[in-house]
RNA sequence: UGGGGAGUGGUGCAAUGGUAGCACAGAGGCCUUUGGAGCCUUUGAUCUUGGUUCGAAUCCAGGCUCCCCAGCCA
């Protein structure tokens, strides 16, 4: 990396310091996910961070599932979770690891924190404990079974492992003090009893390490220097480093950062998994969700994310992103990278009465404008063409330079046309519109210079491919559904998903494969949808292109 | 009214005692065979009250606001 762009935030300089002082040698991060749910956009800040900081200091991160809860999580999740990362182009190596590969060493350090007079077996209810627990603002107080004798605890803690009690029978507590103003050291529990099976260790345990538990002797044990968590973590690092404390093993940093939000969606997993539920999108892979895997089936590249995550900032204070920005990041990659092509979303017939019929030229198009190493490809133009209905107004406005009566347009790369009449259904609706062709201006310039400043995109109606067009557009229509008015489905956008049956793409998308982007020209970035038969082509818009004629034309009516 | 965090343009992030800058969004313009892209210009901010200092976004004190914590979830 060069000092140009190397990137500096506070956990990168608390690094650089640990390392200039010696209290490490070297960098060693981990991503921790919980295999219950799929990733989303949240869950990218982590994983870049994680393997960020790594990669900047020649560290080495690992990937570590966080499978202390066999109650909530499932292997499927764990295949989901390792395909979206490596789709963001991020590699753990050969350290794929799971916090129940530690069960084993976790129990025998329980049994060492036990002995040591620092943890007890407690028999109080689930809600007993809750109520011990004291509030916010008063002390807790003793179980009375927190004086039991080492051996008395011993003994319960062996049977619990050994599976002679029943669930919620019995906990494994650390003894620190009930009276701690943080609540996560009002003697935390530590194991509880599941009698579940897990999807790795199967019905070896009965008995599950909690979170605070297996995460910081976990990460002792992988030889982590630095552990970056969110921020909602920060009350957990003094019981973090108590844990490792009183074992006296390797004593990893955890470091807090900030999560983000953005506006126009939701980002907690609990209601990300509503939403799949109540059927408001089709599943955890819709392209509406900002799930990895709904953003890559909407044709979103890993490169735009993580561009994206990298001007989210990394702090200590809530911040909510506003969408515009991530559209942004969107764009800008897709600009760079999709070929472009033709495709009419809502087709108008256009008959060029004075051109010969059944004449097919080939026009010559560049298949990326500002790149011209991209080269060009053929086009069929002949008499009868489609058009976007959006670029014909019989009564045009102000400032609207596209097709009218009498008006002169540049179908691009194709010739300059001149609207001669228009024909209507019984319902007084323009189905097609006839147009003479200047056959001077083939490739679209005007021999005699003239100005022409309406350039159309079209298809030939005989080549044209029909494809199915699905139309999304953001899920939420309010920018904060959490804090709107009512509940946040409420917000849920009735247009976020348009299907269009009928749209019309030039023949060179016959080829296309499944995840092929591309932009339509003047209309929007769209990726080729697995539901694609050989048939008929589906494609996804990713996103629109920036449309300052829909400005123009809300100030003006804005203006009546 | 316990403990822990955080307050800089609309949004997000910089400035680490010395000219408050960048990005996105907004506005205006140039250019254009995409009303795209690009280019130029531009509006707009240090939560508050005191204090220290030649000088404070930065240090100190008080206040205000927001976020997190009372799972046998992570």
Same mark, same amino acid.
């Given at each position: 990396m060069t000092a140009e762009n190397e990137r500096s935030d506070f956990i990168r300089d608390m690094v650089k310091e640990h390392l200039a002082s010696g209290r490490f040698d070297r960098v060693q991060t981990r991503f921790p996910p919980e295999p219950n749910g799929y990733l989303h956009i949240g869950h990218v800040k982590a994983i870049a961070m994680d393997f960020g900081v790594a990669e900047d200091f020649g560290g080495i991160c690992s990937l570590r599932f966080d499978?202390?809860? %066999?109650?909530?999580?499932e292997e499927e999740y764990v295949e989901a979770i390792k395909e979206d990362i490596k789709w963001l182009g991020y590699d753990w190596g050969d350290r794929l690891f799971f916090a129940s590969d530690y069960f084993d060493q976790l129990y025998e350090f329980a049994l060492q924190l036990i002995k040591a007079g620092k943890a007890y077996v407690d028999d109080l209810s689930a809600e007993e404990i809750r109520e011990y627990r004291g509030t916010l603002t008063e002390p807790g107080k003793n179980s009375p079974?927190?004086?039991?004798?080492v051996e008395e605890n011993l003994d319960l803690f062996k049977r619990m492992r050994a599976g002679e009690f029943q669930q919620g029978e019995k906990v494994l507590r650390a003894k620190?003090?009930?009276?701690?103003?943080?609540?996560?050291?009002?003697?935390?529990?530590?194991y509880r009893i599941l009698h579940k099976e897990h999807?790795?260790? &199967?019905?070896?345990?009965?008995i599950y390490p909690m979170y605070d538990w297996a995460h910081g002797q976990s990460d002792s044990l992988e030889g982590v220097t630095h552990s970056l968590c969110s921020i909602e973590y920060k009350n957990h690092r003094p019981l973090y480093d108590w844990f490792l404390d009183q074992l006296g093993i390797f004593h990893p940093q955890q470091i807090e950062f900030a999560r983000f939000n953005m506006t126009y969606t939701v980002m907690s997993k609990r209601r990300l998994v509503q939403i799949v539920k109540e059927g408001?999108?089709?599943?955890?892979?819709? %392209?509406?969700?900002?799930?990895l895997a709904g953003m890559r089936r909407a044709g979103i590249s890993p490169e735009a994310i993580r561009a994206f995550i990298d001007h989210v900032g990394v702090g200590l204070s809530p911040s909510t992103i506003q969408y515009s920005k991530f559209d942004h990041f969107v764009r800008d990659d897709l600009n760079r990278r999709a070929s472009r092509v033709n495709g009419v979303i809502n087709p108008l017939k256009v008959v060029l009465d004075n051109y010969p019929e059944g004449k097919v030229e080939l026009m010559e198009f560049p298949n990326h404008p500002d790149d011209p190493s991209r080269g060009t490809r053929e086009v069929p133009f002949s008499r009868e063409l489609y058009i976007e209905r959006?670029?014909?107004?019989?009564d045009p406005p102000k400032k609207f330079w596209r097709l009218a009566p009498g008006r002169e347009v540049r179908l691009r790369y194709g010739y300059l046309v001149t609207c001669t009449g228009v024909i209507k259904d019984e319902g007084g609706e323009v189905v097609e519109v006839h147009c003479d062709v200047d %056959?001077?201006?083939? &490739? &679209?310039?005007a021999p005699d210079g003239r100005r022409v400043k309406g350039t159309l995109h079209w298809v030939s109606a005989d080549q044209a491919l029909d494809v199915e067009v699905r139309l999304y557009d953001r899920?939420?229509?309010?920018?904060f559904p959490l804090e709107a008015?009512?509940?946040?489905?409420?917000?849920?956008?009735?247009?976020?998903l348009v299907i269009v049956d009928g749209a019309k793409v030039e023949p060179?998308?016959?080829?296309a494969a499944v995840g092929d982007r591309f932009q339509f020209e003047r209309v929007g970035y769209f990726v080729v949808d697995p539901d694609s038969t050989p048939e008929r082509l589906v494609f996804n818009r990713t996103i629109a292109l920036r449309d300052s004629w829909a400005k123009i034309e809300k100030q003006y009516e804005g203006k009546q």
């Open positions: 499978d202390t809860n %066999p109650a909530k999580e079974y927190r004086e039991r004798s620190i003090d009930m009276a701690h103003p943080n609540m996560n050291m009002r003697d935390p529990v530590m999807h790795r260790t &199967g019905d070896k345990w009965p408001y999108v089709r599943g955890w892979d819709d %392209p509406r969700m900002i799930t959006d670029d014909f107004r019989e %056959p001077e201006t083939r &490739g &679209g310039n899920l939420f229509n309010h920018p008015e009512g509940e946040f489905t409420d917000y849920i956008n009735p247009d976020s060179s998308l016959k080829e």
